[in-house]
């Protein structure tokens, strides 16, 4: 539970971590592989057949086999992103980046109740618990903008990942979309991130990560002048 705004403040670390070496990244693919054996065996027969395919064949199965069915639950990410590297979707690199988001190996892993919880759900329910957060009396403006930023940002994810195919239809869903990813990603790269609660950690990473291969996936990527452009009002 969050129990203080300044677990969520507004001093993020924009800047992500070092490139990872060639080597460094088939490390964390093959560890993340290694250990959802499962959930990589399930997905392997549909990707040997969609591989040769062109991009937009293997856009539409991968939204058939994944948003077809109703909101996306944490049980469904890793399969998703591993469809997502295997058919081509997602570099290497992009694949590192966003299983390097969750929480390590040897945190506790999710219980039963929250690993079949949808992102949407989980998004909602973080919702309500940073609407009932104090704001440091000291520090009002800057913690109020991050707050209302993150919450924006969340309630964009809930829309998009209740109804994938739904929300694409908005003629603002890849500026709002990037403006989520923004905020997420703030809140991800920040300090204050690591003294959260595992579940809540491993839920925002999951939601990021849902979002990023969506925003990968979805055409007319914005150019990133444009996506500054759409930041810079959301903030203001």
């Known amino acids: 539970m969050i129990n203080n705004i300044n677990s969520y403040n507004g001093n993020y670390n924009l800047n992500s971590s070092s490139s990872s070496s060639s080597s460094e990244i088939d ?4 560890a993340h592989k290694n250990s959802n054996t499962t959930t990589v065996e399930s997905t392997l027969h549909v990707n040997k057949t969609l591989y040769l395919s062109d991009r937009a064949t293997k856009i539409h199965a991968l939204s058939t086999e994944f948003f077809s069915n109703g909101a996306i639950s944490f049980n469904d990410v ?13 570099s290497k690199q992009e694949y590192a980046y966003l299983t390097n988001t969750e929480p390590t190996a040897n945190d506790t892993p999710l219980n039963k ?3 079949t919880q949808t ?16 704001v440091d009396e000291n520090n009002i403006e800057t913690e109020s903008n991050s707050l209302l930023a993150l919450t924006e940002a969340l309630t964009t994810a809930k829309t998009i990942l209740s109804d994938v195919d739904r929300a694409k239809s ?6 709002s979309l990037a403006a989520a990813l923004f905020s997420i990603k703030e809140m991800i790269n920040a300090d204050s991130f690591e003294i959260i609660p595992l579940d809540d950690k ?13 925003d990968k996936i979805s055409p007319k990527r914005l150019s990133n002048a444009k996506v500054n452009q ?5 903030f203001n």
């Open 202 to 214: 491993v839920g925002i990473s999951k939601v990021y990560q849902a979002l990023e291969i969506i």
């Open 170 to 175: 908005s003629p603002d869903f890849k500026e």
């Open 230 to 234: 759409y930041i810079q009002v959301s």
């Open 113 to 115: 109740e929250m690993s």
């Open 27 to 30: 490390g964390i693919i093959e």
């Open 119 to 134: 992102l949407a759900t989980f998004a909602g329910d973080f919702i309500e618990r940073l609407d009932a957060t104090d």
């Open 78 to 90: 890793n399969a998703l992103k591993e469809s997502a590297y295997q058919l081509g979707l997602i």
